[in-house]
């Protein structure tokens, strides 16, 4: 699984497929950017005129804890995101490595499933946050919600990537079917990926490493099923 990642990575950074590293980049940037201002301004209204000193203790607070919710609704923005490219990192992959695409799914029908996995992920990372503030003080506990935001957002990554790959090569029928009979090892594959969203700078460009990685791990399970 690690090769796949491996060549996925100098797939991504092809010049067949560099420019989107742009594009994704800055779409992505921009919309953490958007929400930045959004929350600036929502802390501008927040005044103690008894204590300015507890006030700005609050307001680093508040930026400390947005840095954060950004690490952990990354995924779900960048997957949301992700879905005005996955046609041409798959084409162009594709081309790339000389393999031919079976369908076109057109955008009416994979920014659904962008829109749906991006819901589930911002609701699950917001479900954690709580829960990671919480624990974060009691040692070996404070473990488990990590371990529980990878997997949760591991398994809606890894069905969220599956399908836009398997869609372009299989009816959707059998594509539920090899992600049913497979899906300990997309699940990892999607922890792989979630990882991936959480390292800043990486973060920007993983959902076109997660695209190529994903087209990489389904082909190489559809020979082995030969």
Not at 59 to 64: A, L
Not at 114 to 143: H, Q
Not at 184 to 201: C, Q, R, S
Request: include cysteine; charged fraction near 15%; glycine fraction near 6%.
């Amino acid at each position: 699984m690690l090769t796949e990642l491996k060549q996925a990575i100098v797939d991504v950074f092809s010049k067949q497929i560099r420019g989107l590293i742009i594009l994704t980049a800055l779409t992505t940037l921009l919309v953490f950017i958007g929400l930045f201002c959004l929350f600036a301004f929502g802390m501008s209204f927040f005044e103690l005129a008894d204590s300015p000193k507890l006030e700005k203790a609050i307001e680093v607070f508040g930026f400390i804890i947005f840095f954060i919710m950004s690490l952990m609704i990354f995924p779900a923005v960048a997957t949301f995101v992700s879905g005005f490219f996955i046609d041409s990192v798959i084409d162009r992959t594709a081309k790339k490595n000389n393999i031919q695409t079976l369908r076109n799914v057109p955008l009416s029908e994979s920014l659904p499933l962008s829109g749906v996995v991006a819901v589930k992920g911002v609701a699950v990372s917001a479900l954690m946050i709580p829960v990671t503030l919480m624990a974060g003080v009691i040692p070996f506990v404070n473990l488990v919600p990590i371990v529980l935001y990878y997997g949760l957002n591991g398994r809606l990554l890894a069905r969220e990537y599956f399908f836009a790959v398997a869609l372009r090569y299989l009816e959707k029928e059998n594509a539920d079917l090899v992600f049913e009979q497979n899906i300990g090892h997309w699940t990892k594959a999607g922890i792989i990926i979630a990882f991936l969203m959480t390292i800043p700078v990486v973060n920007i460009i993983s959902p076109l490493i997660a695209m190529a990685f994903m087209q990489r791990l389904f082909l190489k399970k559809q020979r082995d099923l030969k």
